[in-house]
């Protein structure tokens, strides 16, 4: 998550040097949400019948590998070619990496370990950008490579390769295969999984909630800059801010959830958390200054570092029973449709209405109807120690 972080901020640069449009520019960031979307759900069941190593492994090498053809394109189409490329490859490795932390977790601990996860993803995605900033702003200033090439992009490429390298030889010299090879893991069809009311809860929730999410903070800088006058840092810092808590207290707040299950329910968790975000999002709209808007941030990334780990434990409970991998690629799936359509929507809602301050309201809007959906499906849930299945040893086959 480093190396894909570093380039986030450089991409939209590139792709203009390059030559392409707004639209191309925006084809390049959809290319390759939609690239891995469509190949986790497939990679996710072959590790669910063949193992984590050997296609966690070699997902982190094939992205190693196509990091190094950024360097080399001429044209916009080209960009393209290897964004989608390298999407599939990131669905090689994102499903498989959660799903392998999920069949580590201890029965009870599910919250911690989801936590340890997320807060290396987070981290990975907020500290990339800054780094692939400074990268470019120091090689940049030396002569093209080769005559050709700009030396700030190759840095910054030749770092992500890098990077994924090393995790890939990682994987493969010191990562033992998980415990659950072998076992005979769970591979109903998705059609099966869809039958579940906790599944149907992650999935809405995921979706639609990442959706207002996203489009909160996507305008978040524009309101910002253009309604109170902050400057880009201030903005940066308020993103940053949010971001930063919700790494470093994922797994704090998931051994608190884990600790605290039998009287507070993940499910509860989750439901609380979500109102909290929307009444804090539907209240920047009346934010006249940095340190109010601050406040908001601050309590969308305390509410994340509960809800997340909540969530992604109760994800978990799903893998046993249909198969970690594809349980955690339709989760991922989720997230990246309500990332993708967050901003794009956001949009349309600010162009009909004439202003900014209307899509924090359909962002809050957004996040209650995703946390409502998800209430009502797993209205039913009986919470650990209730179930068969929480009686189960560690790496037990699921009951039926």
């Given at each position: ?16 040097d390059?030559?392409?449009?707004g ?23 072959l590790?669910?019948k ?115 390298l ?58 910002g800059?253009?309604?109170l ?9 308020l ?28 499910r ?66 989720a ?10 929507l ?33 209205r ?21």
């Amino acid at each position: 998550m480093l190396g894909m972080g570093i380039i986030s901020p450089l991409m939209p640069v590139y792709a203009r040097d390059l030559g392409a449009t707004g639209i191309w520019i925006g084809a390049l960031m959809a290319g390759y949400a939609a690239s891995k979307a469509v190949f986790m759900p497939f990679i996710a069941r072959l590790s669910d019948k063949h193992g984590r190593k050997v296609v966690l492994g070699s997902g982190l090498l094939f992205y190693a590998f196509m990091s190094l053809f950024y360097m080399v394109v001429q044209e916009a189409w080209q960009l393209m070619l290897v964004r989608v490329v390298h999407g599939a490859a990131g669905g090689l490795v994102i499903p498989v990496a959660k799903a392998y932390v999920g069949e580590m977790s201890p029965r009870g601990e599910e919250g911690t370990w989801q936590g340890y996860y997320n807060a290396a993803f987070f981290g990975g995605i907020g500290g990339g950008p800054l780094i692939g900033g400074l990268l470019y702003q120091y090689f940049s200033k030396m002569p093209p490579l080769f005559g050709t090439f700009d030396t700030g992009f190759v840095a910054a490429f030749g770092a992500m390769s890098l990077l994924n390298l090393i995790g890939a030889i990682t994987v493969f010299v010191f990562l033992p295969e998980s415990l659950m090879h072998g076992r005979g893991r769970p591979r109903p069809s998705f059609r099966s999984m869809w039958q579940s009311g906790m599944m149907r809860g992650i999935l809405s929730l995921n979706a639609i909630e990442h959706l207002g999410r996203t489009a909160f903070f996507s305008f978040i800088p524009i309101y910002g800059g253009l309604t109170l006058g902050l400057s880009t840092g201030e903005t940066g810092t308020l993103l940053t801010t949010q971001v930063a808590l919700s790494a470093l207290l994922q797994a704090p707040f998931g051994r608190l959830t884990d600790r605290f299950r039998s009287k507070v329910s993940r499910r509860t968790l989750v439901i609380g958390g979500g109102c909290i975000i929307v009444a804090f999002m539907a209240s920047a709209p009346f934010a006249r200054n940095f340190w109010q808007l601050m406040v908001i941030a601050v309590i969308a990334g305390l509410t994340s570092s509960v809800m997340t780990p909540a969530s992604s434990a109760l994800s978990v409970g799903e893998g046993r029973r249909h198969g970690m991998a594809s349980v955690m690629a339709l989760t991922s799936v989720a997230i990246s449709i309500g990332q993708a359509g967050g901003p794009f929507l956001g949009g349309i809602v600010q162009q009909i209405a004439g202003g900014t301050e209307p899509v924090f309201y359909f962002a809050a809007f957004m996040v209650a109807l995703g946390i409502g959906l998800f209430g009502v499906f797993t209205r039913k849930y009986q919470p650990a120690g209730t179930t068969r299945m929480e009686h189960q040893p560690p790496g037990a086959p699921p009951t039926t």
